[in-house]
Nanobody, 117 residues
Framework: QGQLVESGGGLVEAGGSLRLSCAAS????????MGWYRQPPGKQRELVAT???????NYADSVKGRFTISADNAKNTVYLQMNSLKPEDTAVYYC???????????WGQGTQVTVSS
């Protein structure tokens, strides 16, 4: 089983909503931040949103006002609520977890989000 387990992807019509979840293994210590990245077809992986252990958030301009990232630190889990989805949001979404020591990054296996027009 992977260190990061994602769930919640799927197919939705434009204007719809999806919620992604990612649970980090309890073997991962000293988490600095968790977040989501995505890779659209034929493009490079890009930042979607991150949240620090303290609760500071950062969003890509393209998702501001539509996506909300949140976390449950006690459960080592991060969520991404995606509203008003657009076809250009179609991508494989990857969960990321960065630890304090060495800034090492853990990655999830990816979950497909497809938005139909």
């Amino acid at each position: 089983q992977g260190q990061l387990v994602e769930s919640g992807g799927g197919l939705v019509e434009a204007g719809g909503s999806l919620r992604l979840s990612c649970a980090a293994s309890r073997s991962i210590n000293m988490i600095n931040s968790m977040g989501w990245y995505r890779q659209p077809p034929g493009k490079q992986r890009e930042l979607v949103a991150t949240i620090t252990r303290r609760g500071d958030t950062n969003y890509a301009d393209s998702v501001k006002g539509r996506f909300t990232i949140s976390a449950d630190n006690a459960k080592n889990t991060v969520y991404l609520q995606m509203n008003s989805l657009k076809p250009e949001d179609t991508a494989v979404y990857y969960c990321n977890c960065r630890v304090v020591i060495n800034g090492y990054n853990y990655w999830g296996q990816g979950t497909q989000v497809t938005v139909s027009s």
